[in-house]
């Protein structure tokens, strides 16, 4: 089993669309948690951090579920900018090791 | 934010030759970088942990005497991919860990291609 592991996608959706990707973990001891965006041949950048109480910036909106072990995004009134490869990401305990998962590919279609 | 470079971005290299591909913070000394692969239409792996003054930290699979890791100073961590062959055609990355954050901050990658 891999130790992020997310929605396949990829998700097509319409502009104004809400999306929604998951997330799950398998180390309980991960300590951090983050969604990161990758557009294509780019370097990810940090999008959020998610914190247990939950978290929003504008369109965005985190949630973290420790007891599941879930992590998930919300993406509202999606925009064609917003099409991209959401990377969930898992840092553990120590040595500050960062774990990414696979990506979910997103299309925003006008 | 913290900026950090690699030099260079895009490098294309007979089978049998060596890349040295450099990972540079900017405006901010980092004790420690890391080093990462993406496959395409796969995630970042992590290769290698670099800590400065020190032995980088490998992940297992990764060979230690193929991808060469040197963090000779607190600005500068280079990678060099020995006896390059086709298979390790990747995008690769580095990435800087901001002292006293909980953050680290990635270079814009360097896509290798082996002929």
């Known amino acids: 089993r891999k130790e992020v592991e997310q929605d396949p996608g990829p998700f097509n959706v319409p502009e104004g669309a809400t999306v929604a990707f998951n997330c799950t973990y398998s180390?309980?001891?991960?300590?951090?948690f983050f969604w990161y965006r990758q557009d294509c041949r780019k370097e990810p950048k940090l999008l959020m951090s998610v914190y247990s109480s939950g978290n929003e910036d504008g369109r965005f909106t985190a949630q973290l579920n420790r007891a599941s072990q879930y992590i998930s995004l919300l993406i509202r009134d999606s925009k064609l900018s917003d099409s991209a490869t959401y990377l969930c990401?898992?840092?553990?305990?120590?040595?500050?090791?960062?774990?990414f998962g696979a990506g979910t590919r997103l299309f925003v279609k006008a | 934010g913290a900026v950090v470079s690699q030099h260079p971005s895009r490098v294309i290299c007979k089978s049998g030759t060596s890349v040295k591909i450099e990972c540079r913070s900017l405006d901010f000394q980092a004790t420690t970088m890391f080093w990462y692969r993406q496959f395409p239409k796969q995630s970042l792996m992590l290769m290698a942990t670099s800590n400065e003054g020190s032995k980088a930290t490998y992940e297992q699979g990764v060979e230690k005497d193929k991808f060469l890791i040197n963090h000779a100073s607190l600005t500068l961590s280079t990678l060099t991919v020995t006896s390059a062959h086709p298979e390790d055609s990747s995008f690769y990355i580095c990435s800087a860990r901001v002292p006293g954050l909980d953050e680290q901050f990635f270079g814009p990658g360097t896509r290798l291609t082996v002929l």
């Open positions: 990401v898992v840092r553990n305990t120590g040595g500050f090791k960062t774990i």
């Open positions: 180390n309980s001891a991960s300590q951090s």
